[in-house]
């Protein structure tokens, strides 16, 4: 069965994981969710994340975190640009989220970038998705 929009799934496996309180998550690898797992780690939203082989495309075993209380970091992930409608935005018009408590994750000339760093770079580009 063929996924139409990997991004999406990599997205809705990490939202399900840090709702049901796993403490890691597998995703089908590519180089674009390599990217935005490291961007989310940097942030401190997941732990870790590592590469696992395997005989097909790979996995990328993500780790995610949590608060004392067990409460997840990521409070939610939501993808903004689709396959359907992609977004796109210049460093004028780069969104804040949630008045600057959560981040944007944007696909520019300069790679997979927080919204923060492509206003600071001033590149505009894809809407990926928010997170806080």
Do not use: H
Request: proline share 2%.
């Amino acid at each position: 069965m063929s996924i139409t929009d990997p991004i999406a799934d990599g997205l809705t496996i990490i939202r399900n994981a840090s709702r049901a309180g796993l403490e890691k998550a597998d995703i089908r690898a590519s180089n674009i969710m390599e990217e935005i797992i490291r961007i989310l780690k940097k942030e401190g939203y997941v732990s870790n994340y590592k590469r696992i082989s395997d005989d097909k495309q790979g996995i990328l075993r993500t780790y995610l975190k949590f608060n004392s209380r067990n409460k997840s970091a990521i409070k939610n992930i939501k993808r903004i640009s689709k396959p359907g409608l992609q977004v796109y935005v210049n460093c004028e018009k780069i969104p804040t989220v949630l008045q600057g408590l959560g981040i944007s994750i944007l696909s520019t000339s300069k790679g997979v970038l927080t919204g923060k760093s492509a206003r600071e770079k001033k590149v505009g580009g894809e809407v990926l998705c928010y997170v806080w």
